[in-house]
Every structure is written in structure tokens, then in C-alpha cells.
T-cell receptor, first 116, second 110 residues
Framework: GAVVSQHPSWVICKSGTSVKIECRSL??????MFWYRQFPKQSLMLMAT?????????EQGVEKDKFLINHASLTLSTLTVTSAHPEDSSFYIC????????????FGDGTRLSIL | SQQGEEDPQALSIQEGENATMNCSYK?????LQWYRQNSGRGLVHLIL?????REKHSGRLRVTLDTSKKSSSLLITASRAADTASYFC??????????FGKGTRLHILP
């Protein structure tokens, strides 16, 4: 089945650091990738949708200068949390989908980000 | 809120019993998907049902969709300890956006 690799799986860093998270589709081409944020025992909140070769579409309330998304190829999207602060600590999950919107999303295993 | 609603929020049943979870959504959809999430992990896709379908089966899973009521249900039959997880529905609307429900935490008791 389709596999999405996300890394790192766990990051601890100091306040003010920028952190990059990678999301790769390993055996399929992902026209669209999604980035979610999840707080403990809560659902996934869509942060942004990225399409290969174009700018990401951010959800209301998500700062695009804070959460930089790059989808440079059909197999790789990156999320960079710039100048991270403790309130950015969360579980970040990416997903990828082939070009048909009636296909399921395939999820990475998530990245737990802890900002000290 | 962008989220759909699921009920119950938490469910504990004995191993071997059936588990039913419900989901409601707000807008017209192209399809609805169910996912499972084990603690601290990503989501695993279980089943996708299109808006013109009413019922779908996959192994011990049965999903129904009622577009007139904007609701869906997931039935897991003959539950096992390994089914303990959180279950989320995700509706894909006409704008190609996926909205997740709040999830049901299922606990299978031995």
C-alpha cells in the first residue's frame, strides 16, 4: 500500500529555533499534501493544503510566515516552523494524496514538536 | 468550527462485542472516510464511501452513509483488543477540503 514517510518523529529544541519537518510519499506521486496539527486527545486541525509547484493554501488563523510550506516535487513537502515558541509545541501530521480527490489520504506517523 | 461531530466521544466494550460509532458533518460532500489512530501515531485509512453509496463493507468493518441526515456510522464487529484506538471520520466537501470529526476513543476490554 501507499506509504508516507515523515521525519523527524520527535524534536525538542529551544525557543527561537526554526524546525523543518519533511513529508515524503515513497511509492506514489502526491499531487496534494496536507499538513495538520493535533493537540492531545483532540482531532486533527487542517493547517494548509499544498499542491506541487504552487503556493500552499492556508486555513484561516494559520500564519503563513510562521509555518512555511514548500512542495517542490511530487514526492516531498516540507513544513518549517519558524522561530518556534512553546505555544507551537504540538503533534504535526502530514498526509499525501494522488491526483484523484476520491482517493484516500495516506498519513505520515507524525512529528512531536516540543519547544523549551 | 470546521470540525464535524462524532459520538460517542469514548466507548468501552468487551472483546467480542460490536462497536458502533457515529459521525455527522455539515456540508455537502464528495466522500466520507474513516481513519484509525493509535496513540501518538499517524492515521491509518480504513474505508472510503462515496456520496452516492449507502453502505460499504471491509472485513469486520461496515460503514453506512445517509446524505439526507449528513451522517455516517462505523460498525466494527467481533471486536478485538487490537481495535483499541481513536477513530475519526473525515468528510471531503465539494471544495476538495477534508474536515475531521472530533473522534471516538474506543477501548476494548479483555
Amino acid at each position: 500500500g501507499a506509504v508516507v514517510s515523515q521525519h523527524p518523529s520527535w524534536v525538542i529544541c529551544k525557543s527561537g529555533t526554526s524546525v523543518k519537518i519533511e513529508c515524503r510519499s515513497l511509492d506514489f506521486q502526491a499531487t496534494t499534501m496536507f499538513w495538520y496539527r493535533q493537540f492531545p486527545k483532540q482531532s486533527l486541525m487542517l493547517m494548509a493544503t499544498s499542491n506541487e509547484g504552487s503556493k500552499a493554501t492556508y486555513e484561516q488563523g494559520v500564519e503563513k510566515d510562521k509555518f512555511l510550506i514548500n512542495h517542490a516535487s511530487l514526492t516531498l513537502s516540507t513544513l518549517t516552523v519558524t522561530s518556534a515558541h512553546p505555544e507551537d509545541s504540538s503533534f504535526y501530521i502530514c498526509s499525501a494524496r494522488e491526483d484523484n480527490s476520491n482517493q484516500p489520504q495516506h498519513f505520515g506517523d507524525g512529528t512531536r514538536l516540543s519547544i523549551l | 468550527s470546521q470540525q464535524g461531530e462524532e459520538d460517542p466521544q469514548a466507548l468501552s466494550i468487551q472483546e467480542g462485542e460490536n462497536a458502533t460509532m457515529n459521525c455527522s458533518y455539515k456540508t455537502s460532500i464528495n466522500n466520507l472516510q474513516w481513519y484509525r489512530q493509535n496513540s501518538g501515531r499517524g492515521l491509518v485509512h480504513l474505508i472510503l464511501i462515496r456520496s452516492n453509496e449507502r453502505e460499504k463493507h471491509s472485513g469486520r468493518l461496515r460503514v453506512t452513509l445517509d446524505t439526507s441526515k449528513k451522517s455516517s456510522s462505523l460498525l466494527i464487529t467481533a471486536s478485538r483488543a487490537a481495535d483499541t484506538a481513536s477513530y475519526f471520520c473525515a468528510s471531503m466537501n465539494r471544495d476538495d477540503k477534508i474536515i475531521f470529526g472530533k473522534g471516538t476513543r474506543l477501548h476494548i476490554l479483555p
